[in-house]
């Protein structure tokens, strides 16, 4: 029973770590200290002791026992607050941006939690999210939103990834409406398949659908194939899209500086004005205008709320210091992103396109030949380069997304080019840039900080070496990379 106690009364420890400490205590016989004495992480040690095929089967009850045990600790914090969940390959920061905007501008007390920003809903604004997670581990997440509700906010938007449900590390969370964006090429290194990848998305309906204090409703983009089966596991969908939808986008009109659209549903016109350009942006802006409507926003908070949010931090950000061609720094990391992206931008390019673009270590490794085709395909010049190599080669994941671009046509030296460091990357595609060319910068967006791994590399101020994963993890920022590369092209003239 002491034991007991101090497990419940302890906020140093990790629920995943106590039960492992358990499991080490009936395998190695009353070493609960065994963990700590071997100076290993529980995970790490649990993911040494047992298969792999063994562990990604078990994993999700640690998180959910995790979830569970430090719900009842905290009281079920999500409990008094009315939660919006949107989930999806890509759009989903978008879009809860987007809702979150919307609601505050219409006098709502709402908070944000997103891939690259926490908004606790205190006036200061999204601050980032340190974690690099998505959908935050359950007891940072758990205190998170004691902090949100202890500035008095009523309402959550929360970015929710299939595997975080999977996981059940959202579980409690008592979804009120949900919002379907997309499903695309994306996180196959997780679910195995697009089948599994696909009912792991479901899930958030379903739970919603528990949710009987809710509205438990379901925005659904019906143009994707993929919708109907987010539409049969809740009670009210409500459909959007530009070809079908009961929310449907008419008399699009697009451009660089944003669209301007009708959108109609059930006798009901907005006229929407948005400064988020591309196509993509007008599925998000319905997505937005289904949850917001089911919330209660009327006709005019609708339309000023979304005609009044300038951007969205890492998506589409254009970067003018003064130079005669463009830069914009994007998210998109992912095979169906680029085609959206670069649908988007190509229109508007007088000049070539010159992308600089990597992809992640420990991820979805199928994805990278697919995305050198596709910039090789769409721009006129590829430069590669780091984007959170992890514990891998960097050079290899070059050379894995270089094989793509070479199908595409492109030759190595002449506008194919592989520069590891993705400072040296950017430089290197802004002093390329000529009057009316387009650099692109993609796959971080406003992250704040890239993860790698470099033989006798000696950390520095701000660096933090990991030892269990032999990476270290710095500062770095696409935004301010450019402008530091644009400041020392300009000053060459």
Known sequence: MPLVRHIVRSDTLKVRQILVSIGNNIIFGHKISFVYLANMSPRTLVKKLIPKSLFVKIEPYGHWAE????????????????????????????????????????????????????????????????TRMTSLGSLKFLKTVKRIKEVGCEWLVLETTSQALVQRRVWGVPYTVVAFTNLGHDNFHYHGTFERYRAAKVMLFRQCNRNRRGLRTGIVNADDPNGRYFSQAIKHPVTYGIDSGELRATDISLGLNGSQF????????????????????????????????????????????????????????????????????DYACTPDSFKTLFAAIKPAVKGRIITVFGSAGRRDELKRRAQGEIAGQEGDIVILTEEDDRDQDGMQ????????????????????????????????????????DMVLLLGKGEERVIITNKPGFKPSAGHIYNESTDTITRPYNDTKAAKLALKKRLGKH
């Open 397 to 436: 994941i070059m050379e894995e997304i270089a094989e793509g671009a070479l199908i595409a046509g492109k030759k190595r030296g002449k506008n194919l080019f592989l520069i590891h460091e993705r400072e040296a990357a950017v430089q290197k595609a802004i002093d390329m840039a000529k009057p009316n």
């Open 262 to 329: 009708k959108a109609t549903i059930a006798g009901d016109t907005y006229a929407v004005n948005s400064k988020l350009p591309g196509e993509f942006n007008v599925y998000n802006c319905l997505a937005a205008i289904g949850i917001t409507r089911a919330v209660g926003l009327n006709k005019k908070q609708i339309e000023t709320s979304i005609a009044s949010l300038k951007s969205v931090e890492g998506r589409m950000n254009t970067i003018d210091a003064g130079q005669d061609f463009g830069v914009i720094v």
């Open 67 to 130: 979830a569970v045990i430090e719900n009842i600790i905290f009281g079920f914090p999500t409990r008094s607050l009315k939660v919006i969940g949107v989930t999806g390959t890509a759009g989903k920061t978008s879009t809860c941006t987007l809702v979150t905007h919307m609601l505050r501008e219409s006098g709502y007390k709402v908070a944000m939690i997103t891939t690259v920003a926490i908004d606790y809903g205190d006036g200061r604004g999204p601050q980032p999210n340190s």
